[in-house]
């Protein structure tokens, strides 16, 4: 994990900016969310997404002087995918309109990209304290907690958060993103692909502070926590198809073992299978487990297929972005 340099923050001071505002029913807090950004990013644009509110929350944010279109389909994951489509720029920030981010820290999440120092960077609530200290939602730092320890288990990388809304990218990790999840899993499915495709990621530390008077999380801490859990898992299963189909393997042939050491034993002293459905059904788990390596074995080399696209695909991409910036 890399770490922020006076130095890059220095150098940032080049390259357009789009802040991306993905909302529902944020009324309350929009005006302010804008006003802050326009204010700490005067030359950004400022994007507002409206996601089927029922309130005014559109209206709001083109009064602040905000750039408002709508997005039909319900989800976070849904409106972010269609920023990414829609929006060219050379730096992205990613904030909810909830007003529990600091717009005063967006040039430090800046920083690091336009000094070529990452390809995404992270606000991080969680180091100095203030979202254990803010956040009065139970359950929502032990579900943050046990998706960094499955990550860092999985893929092998510690994030200090990793269910921040506050994030930063640039033009190519944006262009060439597939955004999948419809909902609140984006967060992890950015991280999770952010680490495997070996994008450098900095964490940057920021203030937190919990929602105002009024205002309500559209998060459901069990049911979106289930959502991101099986995310994670449907990744493994997609970037990490050998680990995942060897520990399978792993699983089928030991209670293949477990069904057939006692046929053996019984064999060798007796030279009879008197337990024929025990030594079948040794057979079959110790086949299948031998079947899903073979599955595992096959879809990794699909996997390395793709990874040699995909770099190819982001080859070409910086290859546009550099023709654009002649």
């Given at each position: 994990m890399q770490q922020v340099t006076e130095a890059s923050r220095t150098r940032a001071n080049k390259g357009t900016v789009a802040v991306l505002i993905p909302c529902y029913n944020e009324a309350i807090t929009i005006g302010k969310v804008v006003d802050d950004f326009k204010k700490a990013l005067p030359e950004a644009v400022i994007y507002v997404y409206d996601n089927n509110s029922t309130d005014n929350t559109g209206a709001i944010a083109a009064e602040h002087g905000a750039v408002v279109r709508v997005e039909r389909r319900q989800g976070k994951g849904n409106v972010v995918r269609q920023m990414m489509r829609d929006i060219d720029a050379d730096y992205y920030i990613m904030v909810d309109g909830d007003d529990t981010y600091p717009a005063e820290s967006a040039p430090a999440l800046l920083a690091p990209l336009m000094a070529d120092e990452a390809d995404m960077t992270v606000g991080d609530r969680l180091s100095n304290g203030t979202y254990g200290e803010e956040n009065d939602r139970a359950f929502h730092g032990f579900g943050?907690?046990?998706?960094r320890r499955l990550i860092k288990w999985i893929y092998g990388f510690e994030f200090?958060?990793?269910?921040?809304g506050y994030r930063a990218y640039n033009a190519v990790f944006a262009k060439t993103m597939p955004v999948l999840s419809p909902g609140f899993e984006i967060e992890t499915e950015l991280s999770i692909h952010a680490v495997d495709k070996r994008w450098r990621i900095v964490e940057v530390p920021i203030d937190y502070r919990d929602r105002p008077e009024g205002s309500e999380s559209k998060l459901n801490t069990f049911s979106d926590g289930m959502k991101v859990l099986m995310m994670i898992l449907s990744l493994f299963k997609d970037y990490r198809p050998l680990a995942l189909f060897s520990w399978v393997a792993l699983l089928f042939c030991v209670l293949g073992l477990i069904a057939g050491i006692p046929v053996i034993a019984e064999f060798a002293a007796t030279g009879l299978v008197p337990k024929l459905p025990?030594?079948?059904?040794?057979?079959?788990l110790v086949f299948v487990g031998i079947l899903a390596y073979s599955c595992?074995?096959?879809?990794?080399?699909?996997?390395?297929?793709?990874?040699?696209?995909?770099?190819l695909d982001v080859l070409r991409a910086y290859e546009a972005l550099r023709r654009e910036n002649r």
């Open positions: 943050n907690n046990l998706v200090s958060d990793v269910m921040t025990s030594a079948l059904l040794a057979v079959a595992g074995l096959i879809l990794d080399t699909v996997v390395k297929g793709s990874r040699k696209q995909y770099e």
